[in-house]
């Protein structure tokens, strides 16, 4: 069973920065593909940004290219996603995901997210 753990949310004004960290317990993290989406309230889940197993190839959606950058140490078993240039419109629960297909499974990137992490919270203040 795959366990995943977010951390590093919080509340930061509209410019400013924030790491989220993802700690993967339970399967070979380096044998799997990992994604961060969010989630607002009323809307959606999206998908933020993924990364294959071995970093070679990454995603990011339009509206976070250029601000977000994902990366990973397999070695940690952690993923990263560092988000600068904050705006109020990033506000939103962020997930880590794992590659897997579950019954809650989302795609991105070319993979299917199944497995799932509890969410740290992004609020950012204009």
């Known amino acids: 069973q795959v366990e995943l753990v977010e951390s590093g949310g919080g509340l930061v004004q509209a410019g400013g920065s924030l790491r989220l960290s993802c700690t993967v317990s339970g399967s070979p993290n380096g044998l799997r593909a990992m994604a961060w989406f969010r989630q607002a309230p009323g809307k959606e889940r999206e998908d933020v940004s993924c990364i294959s197993w071995n970093r070679r190839i990454t995603y990011y959606a339009a509206s976070v290219q250029g601000r977000f950058t994902i990366s990973r140490d397999n070695a940690k078993n952690t993923l990263y996603l560092q988000m600068n240039s904050l705006k109020p419109e990033d506000t939103a629960m962020y997930y880590c995901?794992?590659?897997?297909?579950?019954?809650?499974?989302?795609?991105?990137?070319?993979?299917?997210?199944?497995?799932w992490g509890q969410g740290t919270q992004v609020t950012v203040s204009s």
């Open positions: 995901a794992a590659e897997g297909t579950t019954t809650h499974s989302y795609y991105s990137g070319g993979w299917y997210f199944g497995y």
